[in-house]
């Protein structure tokens, strides 16, 4: 069973930096793309960042210059490095993986994390 465990979460200063990891477990054969996303108290769900296997990245506009995503292919692991945090980054951080089950597979399928919190506060 493929499984997304994240970290890093926690409570930091305006201006701050926070970490935040999601490793892949289980049996599968290949992950495409990875991506982070958030969702604040009563508003949608939205994008943070994503990059595909071979390193190409997009970012959200809110968050461009600040956050940097990346990954160890090895580690089947994905980053984001959150910088000059804002009280509007606060959010539940969501990392989400496009995985190839089997290599016989036509596709992949959409894996979620269980969240992580990110509190913004002074």
């Known amino acids: 069973q493929v499984q997304l465990v994240e970290s890093g979460g926690g409570l930091v200063q305006p201006g701050g930096s926070l970490r935040l990891s999601c490793a892949a477990s289980?049996?599968?054969?290949?992950?495409?793309?990875m991506a982070w996303y958030r969702q604040a108290p009563g508003l949608q769900r939205e994008l943070v960042a994503r990059?595909?296997?071979?390193?190409?990245?997009v970012y959200a506009d809110s968050v461009k210059g600040r956050f940097i995503i990346s990954r160890d292919n090895a580690k089947n692991t994905v980053y984001l490095q959150m910088n000059s945090l804002k009280p509007e980054d606060t959010a539940v951080y969501y990392c989400?993986?496009?995985?190839?089950?089997?290599?016989?597979?036509?596709?992949?399928?959409?894996?979620w994390g269980q969240g992580t919190q990110a509190t913004i506060s002074s």
């Open positions: 289980g049996s599968f054969w290949s992950i495409n793309d």
């Open positions: 990059i595909t296997r071979g390193g190409g990245t």
């Open positions: 989400n993986a496009e995985i190839r089950v089997y290599a016989w597979s036509s596709g992949s399928e959409v894996y």
